[in-house]
């Protein structure tokens, strides 16, 4: 008699790769990543800010490398960081990985700035997620000065005769930016101990409510020609994933970081001779440059006044733009604006790069 054969069930066979993934989703619900954001939400210019903070995680992990061989101190400073260039494992590669993403950080920043701008971003009700993005900037500008201070070579020396200068001038309010504020710890140690402590936590407070005013606001409409502030999305808008959006600015990050390396490799971070003290021969940073013009002019106070002008119209934004409409064709003298102050910017940072360099301090008087 012929023998009935009754079919199995089929085992579905699951990859490893799928068992790690269910394994990891079980215990840290990483579906609850896959909540609907709008399709244009995943673009690069919507995109801008995730790769910034894609830049700051590279920024964090090479400032952990290189604290393991910096030393903060102003008689070892500039030995220890040529020992991290000339001996310590990957030491060049590492610094100028941290140099170029703090350079690539500025860019992204601006860039995503001029987005949020742009698209109207900061009006009702993200007013107070502009203002911590403003904060955001200004911390950012933070890690670049202090930065500058910590390699210990001449331009970092002038950096720091500012720093004490602005100090005394601020009076009280600068005491604890002076080397009067304590007589046992050097001002560079301080400095130190703000680039890697107080900058990063103010850095991570910001960044938190920052993504926690994103997330509970969601992303802002697209300015269309109707769209008004406080609107919701209109019907029909089309709808994606937050985790393609997580995977797009880990993906543009990584690329970014690759191109990162690459560069690292053929134009290493600069690095200057010993500061000769009472000398002042550099120019800052590009990020800080636009102000060294105002200096000419005004003298080391130029550096608040120029601050505090920049700052405060950055922060007056959402209250001068009051009108309703997100669309740029209705908006058109913000965005005028917005443009003059771009351009008088890159033209003082133009400017400040072909001139030759001015005494501005009173340590650099000779
Ligand atoms: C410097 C570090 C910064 C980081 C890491 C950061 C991060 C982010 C991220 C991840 C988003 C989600 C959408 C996107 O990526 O475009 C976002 C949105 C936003 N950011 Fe930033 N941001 C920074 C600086 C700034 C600055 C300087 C401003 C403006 C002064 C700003 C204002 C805003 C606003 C208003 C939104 C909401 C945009 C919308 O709803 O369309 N951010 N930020």
């Given at each position: 008699m012929a023998q009935t054969q009754t079919a199995l069930p089929r085992v579905e066979r699951k990859g490893l790769w799928d068992r790690i993934w269910e394994a990891l989703d079980e215990r840290l619900a990483l579906h609850a990543l896959a909540y609907p954001v709008p399709e244009y939400a995943n673009t690069i210019p919507y995109v801008l800010g995730g790769i910034t903070l894609v830049g700051f995680g590279v920024l964090f992990a090479t400032g952990v490398l290189l604290t393991q061989f910096y030393h903060p101190h102003p008689d070892a400073a500039h030995d220890s960081v040529v020992y991290i260039i000339t001996?310590?494992?990957?030491g060049d590669l590492i610094r100028s990985v941290h140099f170029w993403t703090a350079n690539l950080v500025v860019i992204t920043a601006l860039l995503h700035m001029i987005r949020t701008y742009y698209t109207a971003s900061f009006k009702r009700p993200r007013e107070l997620n502009w203002l911590v993005g403003v904060g955001l900037l200004a911390i950012t500008l933070g890690f670049v000065f202090t930065g500058t201070v910590l390699k210990w070579d001449q331009e970092a020396s002038e950096a720091l005769a500012h720093n004490k200068e602005i100090a005394e001038m601020l009076g009280v309010w600068g005491v604890w930016f002076s080397?009067?504020?304590?007589?046992?710890?050097?001002l560079l140690t301080r400095i130190y101990s703000t680039h890697i402590t107080l900058l990063p936590f103010i850095l991570l407070g910001l960044v938190a409510v920052h993504l926690f005013l994103i997330k509970m606001l969601k992303i802002s409409p697209q300015p269309t020609k109707t769209a008004r502030a406080g609107d919701s999305y209109p019907p029909g808008e089309k709808m994606a994933r937050f985790d393609i959006h997580l995977r797009r600015m880990i993906g543009f990050g990584l690329i970014l970081f690759a191109a990162i390396v690459i560069l690292s490799f053929f134009v290493p971070a600069p690095l200057g001779l010993k500061a000769v003290p009472g000398e002042e021969v550099t120019k800052p940073p590009w990020m800080l440059l636009w102000l060294y013009p105002i200096e000419d002019v005004l003298g080391v106070g130029g550096i608040i006044y120029g601050g505090i002008a920049f700052f405060g119209l950055l922060a007056l934004v959402p209250f001068i733009d009051r009108?309703?409409?997100?669309a740029p064709s209705k908006r058109r003298a913000m965005l005028i604006a917005g443009a003059v102050v771009l351009l008088v910017l890159a033209a003082l940072i133009v400017y400040a790069f072909f001139t030759v360099p001015v005494t501005h301090t009173l340590e650099g008087v000779p």
């Open positions: 001996q310590a494992p990957f080397s009067e504020w304590t007589r046992s710890i050097p009108n309703l409409w997100l």
